[in-house]
Structures are given as C-alpha cells and as structure tokens.
Nanobody
Framework: QVQLVESGGGLVQAGGSLRLSCVVSRRTFSRFAMGWFRQAPGKERDFVAA????????YYADSVKGRFTISRDNAKNTVYLQMNSLKPEDTAVYYC???????????????WGQGTQVTVSS
C-alpha cells in the first residue's frame, strides 16, 4: 500500500508563492511517476503537473506553465510543486498522486494523497 501525505498549502495573496510537498511511504518511490492535481469546489479534479520516475520528463497544464514547477527528490521520497505568481483561480485542494508512468489523467494514477488546501486571495 502506497501512502502519500501532502503539506505546504495555505492562504496567500495573489502574486505570492507556495511550495507543496508530498512524501511517499514506499521505498520504491523512485519507480513511480508522480503527479499533482487540483479540485476547486463544484468542479472536477484537474491535472496540474506530472514528472517521470527519473525527473527527466515533466508535463504541465497550460494554465500553470511558466508559473509552477514540479520536481522530485528520490532520496527523500518527496515530490514538490513550486507555485509562483499565484492567482485567485489557483484556489483549490491540491492532490499528489503516484502512478506507473507519467500521465495527465486521474485514472492513470493509482494512489492519492488526502489533499492540501491552497487559497489565493485577490
């Protein structure tokens, strides 16, 4: 069983930055592709960013390109999401997910964290 625990969410003003972290319980973390998704109230869970097991490939949603950066530290079993130039429309619960291959859809990820709230005030 893979457990994922997100942290780093909070309240920030528009234009500010936050860094989310997700620690994965499994020693085989380095074999997993990782992703970040977000879900705003009343909306579907949307793709934000993903990274391959090696860190060599990354994908981003168009809405966050140039503002968000996904990275990972396999020695620490941790994936990060650096979020800069935050906008009110970035407000959502952010989830990290683990999968076998890098992907952009929720069904390609088999394990999920509990989520962390990010609120961006205008």
């Amino acid at each position: 069983q893979v457990q994922l625990v997100e942290s780093g969410g909070g309240l920030v003003q528009a234009g500010g930055s936050l860094r989310l972290s997700c620690v994965v319980s499994r020693r085989t973390f380095s074999r997993f592709a990782m992703g970040w998704f977000r879900q705003a109230p009343g909306k579907e869970r949307d793709f934000v960013a993903a990274i391959s097991w090696s860190g060599g490939n990354t994908y981003y949603a168009d809405s966050v390109k140039g503002r968000f950066t996904i990275s990972r530290d396999n020695a620490k079993n941790t994936v990060y999401l650096q979020m800069n130039s935050l906008k009110p429309e970035d407000t959502a619960v952010y989830y990290c997910a683990a999968g076998l291959t890098i992907a952009t859809i929720t069904t390609d990820f088999g394990s999920w964290g509990q989520g962390t709230q990010v609120t961006v005030s205008s």
